[in-house]
């Protein structure tokens, strides 16, 4: 297979996040239910930097020169530099190199199998943590890898009987914690899914995305004060992006905190943003009247953005208009704001 084929995409890891999709309009409803070690040169937290950064997969393979008296260490080295740039193609040509000079050494089929995963070749990192699992069965990263190889093809029995494995043998791995996490949700088992996330924080307790992912659950499973102090967790680690404003203003909603959740918004966003996602909770919780104003609001901060918001304030007049024939005072205004199923970068 040409090297330029075995990366059908943009440079990706799996790093389990959680979202509730806003900014831009209300979310849409709920999609029905994301021994042997890597050695310290390229680790699985330099690749999530370099997804993060950015990082491109080159097109072309330039051909290695001078390289024929490296010593297979050496040859691993520069894999692991190449690899750590984010050229995956010259990472992946070196340690094949090396991996022929040191007759399969497991380390390196799972820097290879992590490569793949890296370049979203996920039935290639397949193959490459099995043969390190026939190798070194007791290898827990290598089931780690499987289930991240496998959780990303949808495989998700697999993925999780390959977390659970790595766990039995490492139980001091956070990226599996955070894995079934994801798993338990996407089954709808959002408090399984917090315990989860609640073991990978007790190894990484600074990681903002896993506290986003914790108040997710926790809002999912109906526990808002538990949510809000996830949600303040997440902002207080860090949490890069609007998500964990959005998160944050949504609870408040929930719990009748209005104003301070407008507040909140405008943080993760703009004025007329703000206005449109309380709006849309306001929508949420049948109070019409008040999204109504708010999606007013919206559009004069803003007119011809939010189309969304246009459509959703014709709707709920035209809700009052019905109800109030109706002899009814409290009309139920259009479903919005549902959380979406977990997100996994590179979805």
């Known amino acids: 297979m040409r090297l330029a084929k075995r990366f059908p995409g943009a440079f990706s890891i799996a790093l389990a996040t959680l979202s509730i999709a806003w900014a831009a309009g209300c979310a849409s409803k709920a999609k029905q239910a994301r021994g042997g070690g890597f050695a310290r040169p390229v680790s699985a937290a330099e690749v999530e930097r370099l997804e993060s950064a950015g ?10 020169t001078g390289l024929d008296k490296m010593s297979p260490e050496e040859i691993e080295g520069l894999a692991d530099t190449h690899f ?5 193609h010259l990472a992946l ?8 000079s040191n007759a399969g050494k497991p380390r390196l089929r799972y820097k290879k199998g992590l490569l793949y995963v ?13 043969k390190v699992i026939q190798q070194e069965p007791q290898n827990a990263l290598a089931y780690e890898g499987l289930g991240l190889a496998t959780f990303h093809l949808k495989r998700y029995e697999q993925a999780r009987s390959a977390f659970e494995k790595a766990l039995s043998l490492n139980p001091n791995l956070s990226k599996s914690y955070a894995f079934l996490g994801i798993l338990y949700d996407y089954q709808g088992l959002h408090r399984e899914a917090a315990e989860e996330y609640r073991r990978a924080l007790a190894l990484e307790p600074d990681n903002g995305l896993l506290y986003n992912n914790l108040g997710v659950a926790y809002y999912l499973s109906g526990d808002y004060p538990r949510a809000l102090t996830a949600f303040h967790a997440a902002l207080n680690s860090g949490l890069p992006g609007k998500r964990g404003y959005n998160n944050l203003g949504m609870v408040l909603c929930r719990i009748g905190r ?15 943003q703000a206005y449109n996602n309380l709006g849309c909770m306001y929508l949420q919780q049948g109070e019409v009247p008040r999204a109504v104003l708010a999606f007013e609001k919206a559009i004069a901060l803003r007119p011809g953005f939010y189309e969304l918001a246009d459509k959703n304030l014709r709707r709920c ?12 005072e409290s009309p139920a205004g259009p479903t919005a704001a549902s959380p979406e199923r977990p997100a996994v ?3």
């Open 55 to 64: 990082a491109g997969v080159s097109s072309s393979v330039p051909e290695s």
């Open 345 to 347: 970068p590179g979805d």
């Open 93 to 100: 040509v070196e340690y094949e190199k090396a991996i022929r």
């Open 118 to 130: 890296a370049g979203k070749a996920y039935e290639d990192a397949v193959v490459e943590f099995r």
């Open 317 to 328: 007049k035209l809700a009052l208009r019905a109800r109030a024939a109706a002899g009814e």
């Open 258 to 272: 209005y104003d301070e959740a407008l507040e909140v918004f405008r943080e993760g966003g703009d004025e007329a």
């Open 84 to 88: 750590r740039s984010g050229n995956l």
